[in-house]
């Protein structure tokens, strides 16, 4: 059973920056998709951005240019860099495998306020 730990979150005002980082359990991690997730208060979970086990990465186009993921697969490790925060972001961020997932993590809280 892969286990998924996200950290990082925090209250950051409009225009902040930070670092969320996502440790797994097992040694899966490294050939699979990766992806951070996020989900708003009274709205569904969405993808956010994702990354291949070789580097590809993908991100939604609310986020394209502010959003940085990438990987340690030495570390079972995926990070999210988020840069130009806005409130729109404000979410739980969550991290699991792409496309079909593991059991959900506690994810992070990110508020963006200022």
């Known amino acids: 059973q892969v286990q998924l730990v996200e950290s990082g979150g925090g209250l950051v005002r409009p225009g902040g920056s930070l670092r969320l980082s996502c440790a797994a359990s097992?040694?899966?991690?490294?050939?699979?998709?990766m992806g951070w997730y996020r989900q708003a208060p009274g709205k569904q979970r969405e993808l956010v951005a994702r990354i291949t086990s070789g580097g590809s990465t993908y991100y939604a186009d609310s986020v394209k240019g502010r959003f940085t993921i990438s990987r340690d697969n030495a570390k079972n490790t995926v990070y999210l860099q988020m840069n130009g925060l806005k409130p729109e972001d404000t979410a739980v961020y969550y991290c699991?495998?792409?496309?079909?997932?593991?059991?959900w993590g506690q994810g992070t809280q990110v508020t963006v306020s200022s």
């Open positions: 097992g040694s899966i991690f490294r050939i699979n998709t």
């Open positions: 699991n495998k792409y496309p079909t997932t593991f059991a």
